[in-house]
């Protein structure tokens, strides 16, 4: 089977599919003078749209990782997730304090999902 990339840099590919599994790179927001509420739902709304892209979405999410530069922005990250998160589909998740690669970035968040049938 072969692997399919999309938006690929020179760094990293914002998206690889193989066996009709998704996989995305951290996304961060563009925005970083907003808040940690502000940046999750720009950063969500970029995985959105990676994910129809990879004919996938939100429901289909098998496994997220998110990255907080400051665990006190928990419930802050916890609004915009709430607004965006499907119910019944929400999948296993992970949330850590990390040191991210730029500071003005206040969450990142790793997504893995299953295409549609």
């Known amino acids: 089977m072969s692997i399919v990339r999309h938006h690929i840099g020179a760094r990293l590919s914002e998206a690889a599919i193989f066996n009709r599994t998704v996989y995305l790179a951290g996304q961060i927001a563009e925005d970083t003078s907003a808040d940690t509420e502000a940046q999750a739902t720009e950063v969500l709304g ?6 129809a892209e990879a004919n996938s979405d939100k429901t289909r999410l098998l496994s ?54």
């Open 46 to 51: 970029h995985i959105d749209r990676l994910l």
């Open 64 to 117: 997220v990782q998110i990255f907080l530069s400051d665990m006190a922005n928990f419930d802050a990250l916890n609004r915009a997730w709430d607004r965006w998160a499907a119910a019944g589909h929400t999948p296993p998740r992970a949330t850590v304090e990390a040191k991210l690669a730029n500071p003005a970035c206040l969450v990142e968040v790793v997504v893995v999902a299953a295409q549609r049938d």
